[in-house]
């Protein structure tokens, strides 16, 4: 299996404040970096575009995911129109020290599922640096009751630590492969009846099963 990720990485201003929701310091880079290479950067040149490769085995089959870093400027949306709509899932990321980047989680899945022009595609809120406790501003419970609110996964996690980094992706891409067959189901459901015979019917709906548990998958960083 193939999970492309794209992670944006911008400054922005929202009233006068810059926002952290996809501003540097938000620990997107932190986060990849500690999954794909296993070690932490505590400084990093957030100017610079860089791509990374990450395999694992997930239930006794090989997956690959390719990261993307990308970087924008204060003028960028929050989330950029045509990568929300490739995207297969997405990760959305506020710091628990941060109070405006969780104020705008809610923002950015509604711009995502606007450009997606659906409300079932898979996104995972993700709270980045729990490892810094004593500078918390928003606490676990506000981040789950967030996510149930907006039909999303939950996870707290620190690079820093490697507190659920690996977890945050594998569960988003566990989320995938069910939404895809979810969807699969759904359009097998509503096709017309057909003279095919029931043993045909079993082996084209294993083969497309096979297909969409092989597909590529994008996801997308916010």
């Not at 990485?9 to 810059?18: D, L, P, Y």
């Not at 957030?46 to 690959?64: A, V």
């Amino acid at each position: 299996m193939f999970f492309k990720i794209i992670i944006n990485s911008k400054k922005r201003e929202i009233q006068g404040k810059k926002s952290v929701a996809g501003e540097y310091g938000l620990g997107k880079s932190a986060l990849t970096l500690q999954f794909t290479q296993n070690y932490f950067v505590e400084e990093y040149d957030p100017t610079i575009e860089d791509s990374y490769l990450k395999h694992m085995e997930i239930k006794g089959e090989n997956c690959f995911f390719e990261i993307y870093e990308m970087v924008g400027g204060e003028e960028e949306p929050l989330v950029r129109p045509r990568a929300a709509r490739r995207a297969d899932g997405v990760l959305v990321l506020y710091s628990i020290t941060s109070r405006n980047s969780f104020d705008l989680v809610t923002v950015c899945c509604e711009q995502i599922r606007k450009y997606k022009d659906s409300d079932h595609c898979p996104i995972m809120i993700v709270a980045t640096k729990a490892d810094l406790e004593d500078d918390r501003k928003v606490s676990q419970g506000e981040g789950m009751d967030l996510a149930k609110s907006l039909n999303c996964s939950f996870i707290e996690t620190s690079a820093k630590s490697n507190l659920n980094v690996e977890q945050a992706f594998i569960v988003l891409a566990r989320k995938i492969n069910k939404s895809r067959l979810d969807k699969l189901n759904n359009n097998l459901n509503n096709r017309k009846p057909t003279k095919i015979t029931k043993t045909k019917v079993h082996v084209k709906y294993y083969k497309l099963i096979h297909f969409y548990e092989h597909a590529l998958s994008i996801v997308y960083l916010v």
